[in-house]
């Protein structure tokens, strides 16, 4: 975040409704030394951690860079040059990327694999010649426009498959931007519910589909009435565990995603060997594209669910916990918000930050009736809230004392009996020089305020109603907004699956190379990510190399193994 300015301190005590001109701060036990500088909030990026101490009562500063220092709380500047501090803090960057690839490979490569194996196994034991016929016939008539089988030659069948890849590419890209326009002007009921009937559908009836055929090929004594019952508490418990997960265990959120990417890779193993292969190799391209390109519907998709208050999505993300030392080398420690004058506010931010004067608190933007509750002086009003506190309160004639706007002559009222709609509102407030912290943070897709004590540590979490009321209960890890884990697109493990379980029909050894390239593949795309620290696509690098490995090892290796077999030679 370049520009951003860095000060370092201990926090003041865990306190807000006081200033420094009240009684209180006169208690020795409340103050601490008088060239202790409390430390910005860091609102603007809440995931983000404050790293804090002292060098000789005095704050380091940097543009953005992370400050280096000794031991002995001496400034880094006394001991090493400046071409010295770079070099350290380029090799600190290079472990720090290293060790954030390694974890974030760990802790993915685990149900990638899993979900890998399961659909090779079901695709292979969970069909016989039959069935695989009749699946093939059914989705050639449901998603191919032009038939392979009517193919005169192997180049004309290839030709036929990438146009019918190209026509399945371009609705699901048209169905993606369809889902952006619904998340970026919040049709959330319409969405969740279209994606609740999706997954429904793909748990009970395709899941039910499976089930059936594994009771007809081994003959399981199921009755009918058992069949339908274990169907409907399969794809219940299923959606709920996917969609709302409250008093669910994440592990077990987990093992549906799982279930439903093997389920969706063993329907998809019905296209025939050229629909599968340029089906994922235009797959592999669209993904490039969408994600990559400045107009691609997931980039977008990406970007409006990283903004603040936005919308929590489930189901179409996998997520796994990384181990608390692995942090992303992108997201930087200690970092506060940009400083801003008072009753001045920019779109899309979070908070304000420092005054710019060592004698005075942070400024931050909070609702008014959280800035009532901790009797918190009011300093400026932001542009979006002008229109409930600003004109419309000066009308009232408040009692109010008047507050000076950004150019000093326009007077902003706060009244004193404030209407439910005005207690929402956003005001800037200056927090005491000594006390405790408030940042905001997202937890359920809600935005909520998260109050710090004077070390840091999470005491409460805050959040307003409709009414303007305060709620509050105790923090827990998640509302600081220090989770640490990585996420990867479920259609991800789909295709990995569809192509591992392909593989997985002709021979073993066929399977364990595509499997083996493409989790090499997905590492290779994580050292990518914790390089250049935004999203990127999964499946170019892991399915290309997947189908390119699998036609070496069916053509070239795979018959060099069995003349070996066959005919040893001795060196």
């Known amino acids: 975040m370049s520009g951003y300015r860095r000060r370092s301190g201990r926090r003041g005590p865990d306190r807000y409704g006081p200033t420094e001109d009240d009684e209180s701060f006169d208690d020795p036990a409340y103050r601490l030394q008088q060239n202790d500088q409390p430390p910005p909030v860091n609102a603007h990026a809440p995931e983000q951690e404050y790293s804090l101490h002292r060098d000789n ?10 400050s280096l220092r000794r031991d002995n709380g001496q400034d880094q500047d006394a001991f090493q040059d400046e071409g010295s ?28 694999t899993i979900t890998m194996t ?22 050639a008539q449901a998603y191919q426009v032009w038939s392979t089988s009517d193919a005169s030659s192997t180049l004309s069948a290839i030709a036929l498959s990438l146009a019918n890849s190209f026509i399945m590419v371009c609705v699901i ?13 919040e049709c959330m009921m319409c969405l969740i519910g279209y994606m609740m009937l999706c997954s429904t559908t793909l748990l009970g009836f395709l899941g039910g589909h499976m089930y059936y055929i594994a009771i007809q090929i081994y003959r399981l004594p199921v009755d009918q009435l058992s069949f339908y019952l274990t169907l409907w508490n399969f794809a219940a418990v299923g959606v709920a ?3 709302l997960g409250t008093g669910i265990p994440k592990y077990i ?14 329907h998809l193993s019905y296209f025939d060997e050229y629909m599968t292969w340029t089906l994922l190799f235009m797959l ?14 997931l980039k977008a998709l990406v970007n409006l669910m990283s903004r603040d208050n936005a919308p929590e999505m489930p189901g179409l993300l996998y997520e796994a916990d990384l181990p608390p030392e692995a942090r992303r080398p992108g ?21 304000g930050s420092d005054s710019g004067s060592t004698d005075s608190g942070p400024m931050i933007e909070v609702p008014l009736a959280v800035a009532r509750v901790y009797n918190l002086p009011v300093l400026g009003i932001p542009d979006a809230s002008r229109g409930v506190l600003g004109m419309e309160s000066s009308k009232r004639g408040s009692t109010s004392a008047p507050l000076l706007g950004d150019d000093g002559e326009d007077e902003v009222y706060i009244p004193d009996d404030p209407t439910p709609t005005q207690l929402i509102a956003n005001v800037f407030v200056k927090l005491p020089k000594l006390g405790g912290r408030i940042e905001k943070v997202r937890r359920g897709g809600k935005t909520v305020y998260l109050e710090r004590d004077r070390f840091g540590n999470p005491k409460r979490v805050l959040w307003v109603d409709r009414m303007g009321r305060v709620f509050a209960e105790s923090a827990d890890a998640e509302d600081t907004g220090d989770r640490n884990s990585i996420r990867l697109g479920l259609g991800d493990f789909i295709f990995y699956s569809v192509l591992v379980a392909k593989a997985a029909q002709y021979s073993f050894t066929t399977f364990a190379a595509c499997m083996l390239v493409i989790l090499a593949g997905l590492g290779g795309t994580l050292v990518l990510l914790s390089v250049f620290h935004h999203a990127l696509p999964a499946l170019p690098i892991s399915i290309c190399l997947g189908i390119f490995f699998y036609f070496v090892t069916r053509i070239f290796v795979e018959p060099y193994v069995e003349a070996l077999l066959l005919k040893p030679f001795y060196v």
């Open 57 to 66: 009562g005095k704050a380091d500063e940097g543009d953005g860079e992370s």
């Open 85 to 112: 501090v770079e070099y350290e803090d380029d090799v600190d960057m290079s472990i720090a990327e290293l060790l954030y690839s390694t974890s974030s490979f760990y802790a993915i490569v685990v149900p990638v």
């Open 118 to 139: 399961l659909s090779a196994l079901a695709v292979v034991y969970i069909n016989n010649d039959d069935t695989i016929e009749e699946g093939a016939e059914q989705m």
């Open 173 to 185: 890209c048209l169905m993606t931007f369809v889902i952006v326009l619904l998340y970026r002007f």
């Open 241 to 243: 565990a996917i969609f």
């Open 253 to 266: 959120t987990q093992g549906y995603l799982i279930c439903t990417s093997v389920i969706l890779a063993w």
């Open 284 to 297: 592999a391209l669209y993904d490039l594209c969408a994600v990559l390109t400045p107009c691609g519907p």
């Open 331 to 351: 997201a930087k420690k200690n970092t506060p918000a940009p400083e801003r004058p008072a009753g001045r506010s920019d779109e899309g931010s979070e908070a």
